[in-house]
């Protein structure tokens, strides 16, 4: 059976690292590049981020592309510590001091374009950070979203919750100019893993023992990784997503991944136009649906809304029994 062709774009914090892992341990997919972009930490960061991820995993073969290190316009925001300053949890001491060396020289962009105009409508790239590589390709080769296969996005949010600021979710509110360009301008099928999404199908927090506590490396890095990050401490992590959601481990990129490499995942999602808002004083980045075809778009996008969360856990676990001969 031919490989699913899947280039990921991420901003690799802790959750981009169990994305990648989810997609590499996938039998059936071949990850054609990874590029990187700003986001949870520096673009230099994100490149050192997933050598390491690939390194751990043995799939040190997969091109990396360094991406834009900040949003289309205006001022690059402070980077959260989310994940930690280093993007991964702040514990790895041994630093690969030959990085540069090993991320391409060409830029994410030209990488993205390239490789998806060499095999036509059979690319299925993967969003996991703020969208501005995806935008600069559409600028640069306005054919780009016609020859993706598909595109599958987390991002942005359904019910006007936001995640750092009241109405907008991290990745949309990074730069609301890239993810106003790619909903308007990437007319291929879309997916969108919401924030709300994530959220909604998350798992328990024995789940999360489980999962890091399995004999192999991936999940050996996985624990080192989350051992002191806030994020993964279920005492510490009292966040505006508890108040909406309750307490609950959410590997959020994860759910775009998952989306990607295996349909059946997903079990409802509502298709309709979307739109980025860009003016509002609470709510630029905001994503907003219009179910009712207000706005007159001929295009809609899929808004997943429903998972199968034991599928999901499933992938999960198996993304942390790496390295695997594949
Ligand atoms: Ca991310």
Known sequence: MAKKLVIIDTDCGIDDAQAIMMALAAPHVQILGITCV???????????????????????????????????????????????????GDVIEDKDLQWE??????????AMIRLVSENQNQV??????????????????PCFPK????????????????????????????????AYIVLEEFLCPTYLASWEYACRNGLTW???????????????????????CRAYSKEAMVT???????????SYDAYAVAACIDSTVVTEVIE????????????????????THALQKSHSVFVMTKCDVAKFGQLLLESLRQPCNK
Do not use: W
């Open 101 to 110: 060396k090993k991320v391409q020289r060409e830029h994410a962009v030209n």
């Open 38 to 88: 700003f986001g949870n930490t520096g673009v230099e960061n994100v490149c050192q981020n997933v050598l390491r991820v690939l390194s751990v995993c043995e799939q040190g073969g997969i091109a990396v592309f360094q991406g834009s290190g900040g949003p289309l316009v205006g001022v690059r925001s402070p980077f959260s510590d989310h994940f930690g300053t280093d993007g991964l």
């Open 206 to 228: 024995e789940f999360f023992k489980e999962l890091i506590n399995q004999d192999a490396p991936a999940a050996r890095f996985m624990k080192m990784l989350t051992s002191k």
């Open 240 to 250: 505006k997503r508890d108040v909406y959601f309750g307490p609950c481990f959410v």
């Open 272 to 291: 309709c136009p979307v739109h980025v808002e860009l003016q509002g004083s609470i709510s630029r980045g905001m994503l907003a649906l219009d179910r």
């Open 147 to 178: 020859n993706l296969k598909d595109l599958y996005i987390m991002g942005g949010n359904m019910e006007g919750k936001g995640n750092v600021t009241l109405c907008a979710e991290f990745n949309f509110a990074m730069d609301p100019e890239s």
């Open 124 to 141: 299925s790239l993967v969003a996991l950070g703020p969208l501005t590589n995806l935008a600069l390709a559409v600028r640069l080769d």
